[in-house]
């Protein structure tokens, strides 16, 4: 039977920002492809150990949503690479809204909020931390 796949795509686009690669192809041919790789498969546990998706039959005229791997470095204050991420994003541009998707949001906060909190902290003299959420919006 027809089952539900991990698509990946490959394009032409060779490099990003800081060496990042733009593509699958452009990783694997990276010098820092292993450490990659591990990234790539660092974030395939988690999104397993996660249950993002599970397999399925394909229904009859169903169109698949193809994926593309993104890739970004990690610097610390002085630019130094210090951590090698992977993600694996939905082609949303192949989608039509209306036939594959009634309305979309971002999981972003609002400026405002985010003056407010550093207002608040810098009236009260707290500190702000940044951290990284490893597999944050997965489901």
Request: with cysteine; net charge negative.
């Amino acid at each position: 039977p027809n089952r539900l796949c991990l698509n990946i795509e490959v394009e032409d686009d060779e490099v990003g920002d800081l060496g990042e690669p733009a593509n699958y192809k452009a990783a694997m041919l990276d010098p820092d492809k292993v450490i990659w790789q591990g990234a790539m498969d660092d974030k395939m546990n988690s999104m397993k150990v996660m249950k993002v998706w599970i397999v399925v039959d394909l229904p009859p005229n169903a169109k698949v949503v193809r994926s593309k791997w993104l890739y970004k470095k990690k610097t610390d204050m002085d630019g130094k690479v210090h951590t090698y991420k992977a993600r694996l994003v939905a082609k949303g541009s192949t989608q039509t809204y209306g036939i594959d998707y009634e309305e979309t949001f971002s999981p972003v906060a609002d400026i405002r909020a985010i003056r407010i909190l550093i207002a608040i902290a810098a009236c009260y003299d707290y500190e702000i931390w940044q951290m990284d959420v490893k597999t944050a919006f997965l489901n």
